[in-house]
Protein backbone atom coordinates (compact mmCIF):
# COMPACT_ATOMS: atom_id res chain seq x y z
CA UNK A 1 0.00 0.00 0.00
CA UNK A 2 1.55 3.65 -0.94
CA UNK A 3 1.85 5.75 1.56
CA UNK A 4 -0.17 8.94 1.61
CA UNK A 5 1.70 11.81 0.77
CA UNK A 6 1.66 14.73 3.73
CA UNK A 7 -0.52 17.63 2.82
CA UNK A 8 1.45 20.87 2.28
CA UNK A 9 4.36 19.43 2.45
CA UNK A 10 4.22 18.86 6.38
CA UNK A 11 6.11 16.41 8.36
CA UNK A 12 5.16 16.71 12.29
CA UNK A 13 7.84 16.38 14.27
CA UNK A 14 7.57 14.46 17.57
CA UNK A 15 11.00 13.99 19.14
CA UNK A 16 10.98 15.66 22.42
CA UNK A 17 14.77 16.42 22.83
CA UNK A 18 15.00 17.77 19.55
CA UNK A 19 11.90 20.24 20.70
CA UNK A 20 13.24 21.32 23.36
CA UNK A 21 16.76 21.97 21.71
CA UNK A 22 14.57 24.50 19.65
CA UNK A 23 13.01 26.37 22.01
CA UNK A 24 16.72 26.51 23.88
CA UNK A 25 18.44 27.35 20.89
CA UNK A 26 15.85 30.29 20.30
CA UNK A 27 16.93 31.01 24.47
CA UNK A 28 13.23 31.87 24.72
CA UNK A 29 11.87 33.73 27.99
CA UNK A 30 9.19 35.60 29.71
CA UNK A 31 9.84 39.31 27.90
CA UNK A 32 9.54 37.23 24.42
CA UNK A 33 7.52 37.54 21.43
CA UNK A 34 7.32 34.18 19.21
CA UNK A 35 6.09 34.09 15.91
CA UNK A 36 5.74 30.07 15.21
CA UNK A 37 6.07 29.30 11.60
CA UNK A 38 3.73 26.16 10.84
CA UNK A 39 2.69 25.07 14.53
CA UNK A 40 1.14 21.98 12.82
CA UNK A 41 -0.23 19.69 16.03
CA UNK A 42 1.20 22.42 18.51
CA UNK A 43 3.88 20.15 19.97
CA UNK A 44 6.55 22.72 19.51
CA UNK A 45 3.63 25.80 20.77
CA UNK A 46 3.00 23.84 23.85
CA UNK A 47 6.67 24.31 25.02
CA UNK A 48 6.91 27.55 23.46
CA UNK A 49 3.94 29.11 25.52
CA UNK A 50 5.61 27.88 28.80
CA UNK A 51 8.62 30.27 28.24
CA UNK A 52 7.61 33.09 26.33
CA UNK A 53 5.58 36.00 26.82
CA UNK A 54 3.03 35.55 23.73
CA UNK A 55 3.06 32.97 20.77
CA UNK A 56 1.96 34.18 17.59
CA UNK A 57 1.29 30.92 15.51
CA UNK A 58 0.71 31.17 11.38
CA UNK A 59 -0.68 27.89 10.03
CA UNK A 60 -2.20 28.00 6.64
CA UNK A 61 -3.91 24.46 7.23
CA UNK A 62 -7.35 25.67 8.05
CA UNK A 63 -8.13 21.83 10.05
CA UNK A 64 -4.93 22.24 11.81
CA UNK A 65 -6.09 25.72 12.99
CA UNK A 66 -9.41 24.65 14.42
CA UNK A 67 -7.52 21.79 16.08
CA UNK A 68 -4.90 24.73 17.61
CA UNK A 69 -8.02 27.11 18.61
CA UNK A 70 -9.56 24.22 20.58
CA UNK A 71 -5.82 22.44 22.36
CA UNK A 72 -5.57 26.08 23.39
CA UNK A 73 -8.89 27.98 24.13
CA UNK A 74 -7.78 28.86 27.77
CA UNK A 75 -4.01 30.22 26.60
CA UNK A 76 -4.60 33.91 26.42
CA UNK A 77 -0.64 34.31 25.42
CA UNK A 78 -1.29 32.53 22.31
CA UNK A 79 -2.58 33.91 18.90
CA UNK A 80 -3.44 31.30 16.10
CA UNK A 81 -3.89 32.85 12.81
CA UNK A 82 -4.79 31.19 9.69
CA UNK A 83 -2.60 32.56 6.48
CA UNK A 84 0.49 32.07 4.42
CA UNK A 85 3.54 32.84 6.59
CA UNK A 86 4.97 34.62 3.07
CA UNK A 87 1.57 36.67 3.00
CA UNK A 88 1.65 37.38 6.78
CA UNK A 89 5.44 38.89 6.50
CA UNK A 90 4.27 41.12 3.44
CA UNK A 91 2.69 43.63 5.59
CA UNK A 92 4.59 45.47 8.57
CA UNK A 93 4.69 43.18 11.73
CA UNK A 94 3.09 44.94 14.46
CA UNK A 95 5.78 43.71 17.09
CA UNK A 96 9.48 45.38 16.68
CA UNK A 97 11.53 42.65 19.14
CA UNK A 98 10.57 39.10 17.95
CA UNK A 99 12.40 35.87 17.32
CA UNK A 100 11.00 33.16 14.55
CA UNK A 101 10.91 29.39 15.04
CA UNK A 102 9.36 26.61 12.96
CA UNK A 103 8.84 23.57 11.36
CA UNK A 104 8.48 24.40 7.72
CA UNK A 105 8.01 22.73 4.52
CA UNK A 106 11.20 22.25 2.86
CA UNK A 107 9.81 23.77 -0.61
CA UNK A 108 9.69 27.03 0.95
CA UNK A 109 12.67 27.28 3.19
CA UNK A 110 13.92 29.13 0.74
CA UNK A 111 11.41 31.65 0.80
CA UNK A 112 10.66 32.17 4.07
CA UNK A 113 14.50 32.58 5.03
CA UNK A 114 14.72 35.68 1.76
CA UNK A 115 11.84 37.08 3.75
CA UNK A 116 12.86 37.51 7.06
CA UNK A 117 16.44 38.15 6.29
CA UNK A 118 17.11 40.42 2.90
CA UNK A 119 13.64 40.90 2.54
CA UNK A 120 12.74 43.52 5.58
CA UNK A 121 14.19 45.73 8.18
CA UNK A 122 12.22 44.18 10.92
CA UNK A 123 14.53 41.28 11.43
CA UNK A 124 14.00 39.10 14.00
CA UNK A 125 16.68 38.66 16.50
CA UNK A 126 17.03 34.92 16.35
CA UNK A 127 15.20 32.46 14.19
CA UNK A 128 15.38 28.68 14.33
CA UNK A 129 14.05 26.47 12.00
CA UNK A 130 13.77 22.93 11.10
CA UNK A 131 15.52 22.55 7.54
CA UNK A 132 16.59 20.40 5.53
CA UNK A 133 20.07 19.15 5.91
CA UNK A 134 21.69 20.33 2.49
CA UNK A 135 20.17 23.83 2.93
CA UNK A 136 21.76 24.07 6.57
CA UNK A 137 25.08 22.66 5.30
CA UNK A 138 24.90 25.66 2.69
CA UNK A 139 23.68 28.16 4.54
CA UNK A 140 26.45 27.69 7.18
CA UNK A 141 29.21 27.54 4.58
CA UNK A 142 32.18 28.83 4.82
CA UNK A 143 35.18 29.66 1.79
CA UNK A 144 35.45 27.56 -0.68
CA UNK A 145 31.63 25.96 -0.62
CA UNK A 146 29.95 29.66 -0.32
CA UNK A 147 26.92 30.49 -2.28
CA UNK A 148 24.19 33.30 -3.30
CA UNK A 149 22.41 31.69 0.10
CA UNK A 150 25.52 31.77 2.70
CA UNK A 151 26.42 35.38 1.62
CA UNK A 152 22.79 36.59 1.62
CA UNK A 153 22.50 35.01 5.34
CA UNK A 154 26.05 35.97 6.51
CA UNK A 155 25.66 39.34 5.82
CA UNK A 156 22.71 39.85 7.98
CA UNK A 157 23.48 37.26 11.04
CA UNK A 158 25.02 34.60 12.41
CA UNK A 159 24.10 30.95 11.13
CA UNK A 160 24.77 27.63 12.97
CA UNK A 161 23.67 24.05 12.81
CA UNK A 162 22.38 22.73 16.43
CA UNK A 163 21.61 19.67 15.69
CA UNK A 164 20.93 16.90 13.30
CA UNK A 165 17.44 15.53 12.99
CA UNK A 166 17.06 11.79 11.47
CA UNK A 167 14.18 11.31 9.27
CA UNK A 168 12.47 8.74 11.45
CA UNK A 169 11.98 11.58 14.30
CA UNK A 170 9.34 12.99 11.71
CA UNK A 171 5.19 11.48 11.00
CA UNK A 172 4.83 11.44 8.18
CA UNK A 173 8.63 10.15 7.42
CA UNK A 174 10.33 12.76 5.17
CA UNK A 175 13.07 11.50 2.55
CA UNK A 176 16.11 13.47 3.57
CA UNK A 177 17.10 14.33 7.18
CA UNK A 178 17.01 17.48 8.50
CA UNK A 179 18.86 19.66 11.15
CA UNK A 180 18.20 22.87 13.52
CA UNK A 181 19.08 25.60 11.69
CA UNK A 182 19.78 28.45 14.04
CA UNK A 183 20.16 32.28 13.15
CA UNK A 184 21.60 34.97 15.26
CA UNK A 185 21.08 38.11 13.46
CA UNK A 186 23.43 41.06 14.14
CA UNK A 187 21.77 44.96 15.29
CA UNK A 188 23.13 45.72 12.38
CA UNK A 189 24.11 44.38 9.15
CA UNK A 190 27.79 43.55 8.09
CA UNK A 191 27.45 46.10 5.64
CA UNK A 192 26.34 48.99 8.22
CA UNK A 193 29.28 47.97 9.71
CA UNK A 194 31.68 47.39 6.95
CA UNK A 195 30.45 50.67 5.08
CA UNK A 196 29.90 52.57 7.83
CA UNK A 197 26.66 53.83 7.64
CA UNK A 198 26.53 54.70 11.24
CA UNK A 199 28.72 56.98 13.14
CA UNK A 200 30.20 56.52 16.91
CA UNK A 201 26.95 57.48 18.32
CA UNK A 202 24.85 55.58 16.38
CA UNK A 203 23.77 58.61 14.04
CA UNK A 204 23.45 57.49 10.25
CA UNK A 205 26.25 59.11 7.85
CA UNK A 206 24.18 57.85 4.85
CA UNK A 207 21.06 58.73 3.90
CA UNK A 208 17.79 55.34 3.84
CA UNK A 209 17.89 55.43 0.39
CA UNK A 210 21.36 55.40 -0.22
CA UNK A 211 21.41 52.82 2.33
CA UNK A 212 18.79 50.75 0.25
CA UNK A 213 21.02 51.32 -3.23
CA UNK A 214 24.46 49.87 -1.48
CA UNK A 215 22.65 46.83 -0.35
CA UNK A 216 20.73 46.15 -3.74
CA UNK A 217 23.99 46.74 -5.56
CA UNK A 218 25.68 44.37 -3.11
CA UNK A 219 23.10 41.97 -3.77
CA UNK A 220 23.62 42.34 -7.99
CA UNK A 221 27.27 42.17 -7.26
CA UNK A 222 27.18 38.60 -5.54
CA UNK A 223 24.61 37.62 -8.02
CA UNK A 224 26.92 38.49 -11.02
CA UNK A 225 29.89 36.70 -9.13
CA UNK A 226 28.19 33.14 -8.57
CA UNK A 227 26.68 33.82 -12.47
CA UNK A 228 29.09 31.06 -13.33
CA UNK A 229 30.45 29.28 -10.87
CA UNK A 230 33.22 27.36 -12.84
CA UNK A 231 34.42 30.46 -14.05
CA UNK A 232 36.71 32.97 -12.49
CA UNK A 233 35.65 36.00 -10.60
CA UNK A 234 37.12 38.52 -12.83
CA UNK A 235 35.44 36.64 -15.87
CA UNK A 236 31.89 36.97 -14.60
CA UNK A 237 32.50 40.64 -13.25
CA UNK A 238 33.78 41.21 -16.82
CA UNK A 239 30.63 39.82 -18.50
CA UNK A 240 28.31 40.88 -15.76
CA UNK A 241 29.47 44.87 -15.67
CA UNK A 242 30.68 45.06 -19.26
CA UNK A 243 33.80 45.96 -18.12
CA UNK A 244 37.26 45.09 -20.02
CA UNK A 245 39.20 41.99 -18.06
CA UNK A 246 41.90 44.67 -17.41
CA UNK A 247 39.36 46.73 -15.63
CA UNK A 248 37.82 43.56 -13.48
CA UNK A 249 41.62 42.31 -12.83
CA UNK A 250 42.20 46.41 -11.40
CA UNK A 251 38.84 46.43 -9.12
CA UNK A 252 40.28 42.80 -7.75
CA UNK A 253 43.68 44.09 -7.09
CA UNK A 254 41.93 47.28 -5.27
CA UNK A 255 39.94 45.08 -2.86
CA UNK A 256 43.19 42.61 -2.35
CA UNK A 257 41.11 39.83 -4.17
CA UNK A 258 42.93 37.43 -6.30
CA UNK A 259 42.29 38.14 -9.96
CA UNK A 260 41.20 33.47 -10.67
CA UNK A 261 39.85 33.31 -7.55
CA UNK A 262 36.30 31.62 -7.70
CA UNK A 263 33.01 33.20 -6.11
CA UNK A 264 32.33 30.39 -3.71
CA UNK A 265 36.10 31.02 -2.47
CA UNK A 266 35.30 34.66 -1.13
CA UNK A 267 33.62 35.58 2.55
CA UNK A 268 31.57 38.03 2.81
CA UNK A 269 33.60 40.40 3.82
CA UNK A 270 35.39 40.54 0.33
CA UNK A 271 32.29 40.71 -1.10
CA UNK A 272 31.60 44.13 0.71
CA UNK A 273 35.28 45.12 0.36
CA UNK A 274 35.02 44.73 -3.43
CA UNK A 275 31.26 47.07 -3.50
CA UNK A 276 33.56 49.75 -1.66
CA UNK A 277 36.05 49.54 -4.38
CA UNK A 278 33.05 50.07 -7.04
CA UNK A 279 32.03 53.32 -5.86
CA UNK A 280 35.96 54.35 -6.32
CA UNK A 281 35.76 53.53 -9.83
Given at each position: ????????????L??E?T???I???A?????????????G????T?K??M???KV?A???D???V?KL??K??DY???????QD???FA???LE??D????G??P?????K???KFT???K?????????VQ??????I?????????LS??I?V??????V????RD?????????????R?K???R?L????L???????R??I??L?????E???????????????K??H???K?G?????A???A?L???D???????????????I??L????K?
Amino acid sequence: MQKKKPKLGQHFLFDEKTLNKIVDAAEVCRKDVVLEIGPGTGSLTQKLLMRARKVIAVEIDQNLVQKLRSKFRDYRDLKVIKQDIIEFANHELEFKDYKVVGNIPYYISGKILRKFTSQTKNRPSFMVLLVQKEVGERICAKSGKMSVLSVAIQVFGKPEIVCHVPRDKFDPQPEVDSVVLRIKYFKRSLLARNLGWFGRRGRPTISPLEMDEQEEEFFRLVKIGFSARRKQLHNNLKSGYRISKAEADAWLARADIKPKIRAQDLEVEDWIRLLAMKFKF
